[in-house]
């Protein structure tokens, strides 16, 4: 099955949906005031993917991925918690199909296929397959770093927002580094994966939207966070010991 065009705009049409619902959410006042920044990080995300996919930026498909990954693996948790209700299937379904939509070596030619941007930076197959994965794994990560940065922790020191808002900061950062290929791309999300790490065990975890809450997402966060850095993780430490 091709139809890259059409399946690219089906996708599209998935991460703007629900990029636009995160975002009306958060400016509806429906929700607790708590929780609309966070909401609107994340239809940010959302929208970022969705922006990338249409402009047809090399490492918008990879990204795409990691997002509705993100929201697949919400879905079934909360699948878990709450049984298989129609809302939560829905969510999960389509941010599954979005994933199938944008999966394969056909929908690859208009973004991470292309010559152009590989002869820029000189990648070949291997290079590009280590920068997919962790590509993929660091849009997995981005929502449950801004659930951890931005949902409410009751009990936390000032000390510990400072740290989840600095996790935050410093994924976002390496995912930029990273589609920059900068070295300095992989420290920041290594930094930001041993602050989620610490967010993980810290005992101040609030009960959060969608079945998890803060420390289950910190969690989620520093093992995609982490697998984002494993395949330049040779490469990495070679290049500290030069």
């Given at each position: 099955?091709?139809?890259?065009?059409?399946?690219?705009?089906?996708?599209?049409?998935?991460?703007?949906?629900?990029?636009?619902?995160?975002?009306?959410?958060?400016?509806s006042g429906a929700?607790?005031?708590?929780?609309?920044?966070?909401?609107a990080a994340v239809?940010?995300?959302?929208?970022?993917?969705?922006?990338?996919?249409?402009?047809?930026?090399?490492?918008?498909?990879?990204?795409?991925?990691?997002?509705?990954?993100?929201?697949?693996?919400?879905?079934?948790?909360?699948?878990?918690?709450?049984?298989?209700?129609?809302?939560?299937?829905?969510?999960?379904?389509?941010?599954?199909?979005?994933?199938?939509?944008?999966?394969?070596?056909?929908?690859?030619?208009?973004?991470?296929?292309?010559?152009?941007?590989?002869?820029?930076?000189?990648?070949?197959?291997?290079?590009?397959?280590?920068?997919?994965?962790?590509?993929?794994?660091?849009?997995?990560?981005?929502?449950?770093?801004?659930?951890?940065?931005?949902?409410?922790?009751?009990?936390?020191?000032?000390?510990?927002?400072?740290?989840?808002?600095?996790?935050?900061?410093?994924?976002?950062?390496?995912?930029?580094?990273?589609?920059?290929?900068?070295?300095?791309?992989?420290?920041?999300?290594?930094?930001?994966?041993?602050?989620?790490?610490?967010?993980?065990?810290?005992?101040?975890?609030?009960?959060?939207?969608?079945?998890?809450?803060?420390?289950?997402?910190?969690?989620?966060?520093?093992?995609?966070?982490?697998?984002?850095?494993?395949?330049?993780?040779?490469?990495?430490?070679?290049?500290?010991?030069?």
């Amino acid at each position: 099955m091709k139809l890259v065009g059409e399946r690219r705009a089906l996708a599209a049409a998935i991460l703007i949906f629900y990029g636009g619902l995160y975002l009306l959410a958060a400016l509806s006042g429906a929700l607790p005031p708590e929780y609309t920044t966070a909401f609107a990080a994340v239809g940010a995300v959302y929208g970022i993917a969705f922006f990338g996919i249409v402009a047809g930026y090399f490492w918008a498909r990879w990204f795409a991925m990691g997002v509705a990954l993100s929201g697949v693996i919400s879905g079934v948790v909360s699948i878990w918690q709450l049984g298989p209700e129609e809302v939560l299937l829905f969510f999960a379904g389509t941010h599954l199909a979005a994933v199938l939509f944008l999966w394969g070596d056909a929908m690859a030619q208009p973004f991470d296929g292309q010559e152009a941007w590989r002869q820029r930076f000189h990648i070949d197959d291997n290079a590009r397959q280590r920068l997919g994965k962790a590509v993929i794994r660091a849009g997995v990560s981005l929502p449950y770093v801004i659930l951890y940065a931005l949902a409410p922790k009751p009990g936390s020191s000032a000390i510990e927002t400072i740290l989840a808002l600095a996790a935050a900061v410093f994924a976002f950062g390496g995912v930029y580094g990273l589609i920059k290929l900068r070295t300095w791309g992989i420290a920041a999300m290594t930094l930001a994966a041993g602050v989620c790490f610490v967010g993980a065990i810290e005992p101040h975890a609030a009960a959060s939207v969608g079945g998890m809450d803060t420390g289950a997402a910190a969690a989620v966060a520093a093992i995609a966070l982490a697998g984002a850095t494993l395949p330049f993780f040779r490469s990495f430490a070679r290049a500290l010991a030069r």
